[in-house]
């Protein structure tokens, strides 16, 4: 067993035998004064509280390891001829944190996806969690991963390191931004700070536009500067990697970019037939959504943060299909 599960066991447990304590009390409580069954409440009160700690379990020992590939295909009137049939996959939200003691489970993540032939690779960020130092578990098995154009990348909020003194007081948050930079760019990825690639295909081109993190929340930075990271690209077909989604109404709507990628949400990774409470802190939240002609996909991600479990969010990887619309003809 892994040692996070072994803390969240542990915690589970103590939480659970402190509410079967308060299952005894309410228990005596209802045969004392409705005189029903002392044992009958009891029991069921065992099962009710016996739910959460089951939907843990799963969520730590299986969920988290099971990845899901979805499969998009996204139509554009403004697509290049000889981009019709290009496929991107999506990865977002690594938090390397999350693999230090599965990295049989990332290994997983990088075949699954080196095995969909993917042309490009785009990682929308988030690769750790709190210090460049979980990358000391995951860089290798990273490194693996291949598209035939390569690994595109961008910033995500934690990769700025804005608590790492909690695990190492010798790095302030700027030193660790940077080595998390110089460790990605070692993994032979293409990270883009504010700027673009210009991707060259069968005679033609597309922009890949990369913004740093842009969020409407006080909480995250804010240091994206997307008409820096478009110079050079006017007229092109662009796709934007902005890790958080809000940036997509908050700066992206009504500007020339067809299509958005993000990640950030994780879904929360909760989802109950289909229901997640993100839904109430994110318009957009998971999949996929249409404005006009501009699309964003929100990639739920890899890893995790605040709980080390999913339950009804699984992990995902994202197969992007672009097309060139067809042209109807008249009559």
Not at 126 to 145: K, Q
Not at 165 to 183: F, N, P, T
Not at 243 to 252: E, F, I, R, Y
Not at 293 to 302: E, K
């Amino acid at each position: 067993m892994y040692t996070e599960a072994f803390s969240v066991a542990i915690i589970l447990g103590v939480c659970w035998a402190v509410l079967a304590v308060i299952d005894v009390a309410v228990a005596g409580l209802l045969a004392w004064i409705f005189g029903l069954s002392f044992k009958r409440s009891f029991m069921w009160g065992l099962l009710a509280l016996a739910v959460p700690v089951v939907l843990m379990g799963y969520g730590i020992l299986v969920e988290r390891n099971c990845y899901r590939v979805n499969t998009v295909e996204i139509a554009f009137d403004n697509l290049p001829e000889a981009f019709d049939g290009y496929t991107i996959v999506q990865l977002s939200d690594i938090h390397s944190r999350s693999f230090r003691y599965r990295t049989k489970s990332l290994k997983k993540v990088v075949d699954k996806a080196n095995s969909l032939n993917a042309d490009l690779i785009a990682f929308t960020g988030d690769i750790v969690t709190i210090s460049p130092n979980e990358l000391d578990a995951t860089a290798g098995i990273l490194s693996g991963l291949k598209a035939r154009d390569g690994i595109v990348s961008i910033l995500g909020n934690h990769d700025y390191c804005p608590y790492i003194k909690q695990s190492d007081r010798r790095l302030s948050s700027e030193k660790g931004k940077a080595e998390v930079i110089a460790r990605e760019r070692d993994l032979g990825w293409k990270l883009l700070i504010n700027e673009n690639f210009i991707l060259h295909h069968k005679g033609d081109s597309i922009a890949i536009v990369g913004v740093e993190n842009t969020s409407t929340s006080p909480h995250f930075p804010k240091r994206g500067d997307l008409n820096k990271a478009m110079a050079g690209t006017e007229g092109m077909f662009r796709i934007l990697l902005s890790h958080d989604p809000t940036h997509w109404d908050m700066g992206v709507i009504g500007k020339d970019i067809p299509l958005t990628l993000s990640g950030h949400t994780h879904a929360m990774q909760f989802s109950l037939l289909g229901w997640s409470p993100i839904g109430h802190f994110y318009k957009q939240s998971k999949g996929l959504y249409r404005k006009g002609n501009q699309y964003l996909y929100v990639n739920i991600g890899l890893g995790e943060t605040i709980f080390p479990a999913r339950i009804g969010a699984m992990p995902e990887i994202t197969r992007i299909v672009l097309r060139k619309a067809k042209q109807e003809v008249g009559n």
